[in-house]
């Protein structure tokens, strides 16, 4: 694609190569030509083996696990790239990595998040494209545009589809009080109700106490949250409405960090199905698990791109 005298070029780290070959397939270009390899010592080489001099380069790196290294080919990626005199350099980024760290807990704690901000923009980067940030503060880290794009339109178009839309049986359920204003925003998507689980320890090595503010007896329930990473909070949160009465129990997500215990647990909970957006990959051997639905976000990068390309506002693919 040429707009303005400049191709598009996409090249692909290895976090997540699947999808940035979407990308390039729904955008009509070829993958850029670039190898990603690592030294005996742990060290990361990047060989660029095309020109770019000129050119809108779009790097596709998710900063997932392994975060550190993925966040190293990230930096080099983008080095490399404003050394060999590209246009513009662009770091799409589907999950941003350490947005968990975004603001101080305790003394001498670090803000993480930030501190990777500075990194991608000392390293060249002129934009960063992103989806559901952990904290949308993290926008304000950056001394560079970044467009950040909403994975909820897309997750709700799928119980769309399967009918859960309109129904008076239906319940939107916030997992604790930090997710509920992203419930609500989807719950009217689906013009349902919402219910919110709130979560107390009486005092120290008591159990956790679940309190469910709304009614989910005889509903189908869906959970959302931003990500889910060891899947411990979304699987109490299941097992609970299915203790209380609920009548199904869904569960969708943007991120699938899926860490440590997580497939384990949810395939123990009363999760009936996991919705998540490919913005990580899953595993190998993962990829078909019954429990588990993955919708593409290729085509929502794919718009993002042609617009920043074209030098066209993003305005539309922010709509909530």
Do not use: W
Request: some cysteine; charged content about 25%.
């Amino acid at each position: 694609m040429i707009t303005n005298g400049n191709n598009i070029k996409v090249f692909a780290g290895n976090s997540n190569p699947k999808l940035a070959q979407e990308i390039a397939d729904i955008l009509g270009v070829k993958m850029g030509s670039a190898k990603v390899s690592t030294f005996s010592d742990g060290e990361i080489s990047i060989d660029i083996n095309e020109t770019v001099r000129g050119e809108d380069v779009f790097i596709v790196q998710s900063t997932c696990s392994p975060v550190n290294n993925n966040l190293m080919e990230l930096l080099i990626m983008i080095d490399a790239f404003k050394r060999a005199s590209a246009g513009s350099i662009t770091a799409v980024i589907p999950y941003y990595g350490y947005a968990r760290q975004d603001r101080k807990v305790k003394s001498r704690d670090p803000i993480t998040a930030k501190l990777v901000a500075d990194l991608i923009t000392a390293a060249g980067a002129d934009r960063v494209l992103t989806m559901d940030l952990h904290a949308a503060q993290i926008q304000g880290y950056f001394n560079i545009p970044v467009d950040h794009l909403l994975g909820s339109p897309i997750l709700a178009k799928y119980f769309v589809d399967k009918g859960l839309a309109d129904q008076e049986d239906v319940v939107v359920v916030s997992p604790d009080l930090g997710s509920v204003t992203r419930a609500r925003k989807f719950a009217d998507k689906l013009n349902a109700p919402i219910a919110i689980i709130d979560k107390r320890r009486p005092k120290a090595n008591v159990s956790e106490i679940m309190n469910i503010i709304g009614d989910i007896k005889d509903k189908r329930c869906i959970l959302i949250d931003d990500m889910i990473d060891t899947a411990g909070t979304i699987s109490n949160a299941a097992n609970a409405l299915r203790d209380l009465g609920a009548k199904n129990v869904y569960a969708c997500c943007t991120h699938g960090v899926l860490s440590g215990p997580a497939f384990e647990r949810i395939h123990n909970s009363a999760i009936e199905e996991l919705v998540m957006l490919n913005t990580i990959a899953l595993p190998e051997g993962k990829e078909d698990t019954s429990k588990f639905k993955s919708l593409s976000v290729a085509q929502l990068i794919s718009d993002a791109i042609k617009r920043i390309h074209e030098e066209e506002p993003l305005s539309k693919l922010f709509e909530v």
